[in-house]
Nanobody
Framework: QVQPVESGGGSVQPGGSLRLSCVAS???????LGWFRQQPGKGREGVAA????????YYADSVDGRFTISQDNARDTVYLQMNSLKPEDTAMYYC????????????????????????WGQGTKVTVSS
């Protein structure tokens, strides 16, 4: 079972950048790796996804063009580069990895369904405020 460990959160001003890291040891070769967030008072939502060993990605509309997901399979690590941060990006950020078909990953359907389930790490907190 994948045990993710997220890091890299912090406090930044609007327009700033952060890079989140997630060590997700134990994920299978054909896995979808994803970042999720839970904003204060809201449910968890999927933010970005990438398939292991692939280059295609999926982004939620709210972060498309500002966030970039990437992976380092040799280190079992997935990253989320966040640029042009906005106050509404303030949230706890989590990662997850599951073995699913690639089209579920690239379509965003895995992100949507996975956000509703349990089994999360401790997350990393991102605060965007002036």
């Amino acid at each position: 079972q994948v045990q993710p460990v997220e890091s890299g959160g912090g406090s930044v001003q609007p327009g700033g950048s952060l890079r989140l890291s997630c060590v997700a040891s134990g994920y299978a070769v054909n896995s979808c790796l994803g970042w999720f967030r839970q904003q204060p008072g809201k449910g968890r939502e999927g933010v970005a996804a990438i398939y292991t060993g692939g280059t295609r990605t999926y982004y939620a509309d709210s972060v498309d063009g500002r966030f970039t997901i990437s992976q380092d399979n040799a280190r079992d690590t997935v990253y989320l580069q966040m640029n042009s941060l906005k106050p509404e990006d303030t949230a706890m950020y989590y990662c997850a990895a599951d073995s699913v078909p690639w089209d579920d990953c690239y379509s965003g359907s895995w992100l949507t369904n996975r956000a509703k389930s349990g089994g999360w790490g401790q997350g990393t907190k991102v605060t965007v405020s002036s």
